[in-house]
């Protein structure tokens, strides 16, 4: 349902101390990032077009949000992780995976833009 609607749900199951495991749930759209803080002052390097973006706040954001929110439009398409479109390489840095809830470690990879929020300075081949 939408992320209020469940939101609102959760935390009714939480104070009823419902088991988690018997709790489950579907968000139609990006779900609410929850990752660990990132810091603020950080650097997103852009290396192919020689551009720098700042994360000017610790509430977690993904790099497609802080890239759009700088006037630039990498390719993108459902923004939840799933059509592969954002797609791009990591040259190095740490980003949480929003839909894994895992870190990756400092090497290169490939990564989706959209559910890859910055730890720390972070460079792409963007």
């Known amino acids: ?4 609607m469940i939101q609102s749900a959760l935390q009714l199951l939480q104070e009823t101390s419902a088991p988690k495991k ?6 139609f759209g990006s779900a609410p990032i929850q990752a ?3 810091r603020s002052g950080s650097q997103v ?5 020689k551009q720098t973006l700042q994360v000017r706040s610790e509430k977690p954001q993904s790099l497609l949000s802080l ?3 700088n006037g630039l439009q990498p390719k993108s398409g459902c923004g939840m992780g799933l059509c592969g479109q954002c797609v791009c ?3 190095s840095g740490v980003v949480y995976n929003t839909k894994t809830g895992r870190q990756s470690d400092d090497r290169s990879e490939d990564i989706k833009l959209c559910i890859s929020v910055p730890l720390g300075d972070v460079t792409l081949d963007l």
């Open 36 to 38: 660990p803080k990132t």
């Open 1 to 4: 349902g939408p992320t209020g």
């Open 45 to 49: 390097y852009l290396a192919s077009s």
């Open 89 to 91: 390489t990591k040259k």
């Open 22 to 27: 018997r709790i489950f749930l579907e968000y």
């Open 67 to 69: 890239a759009e929110q």
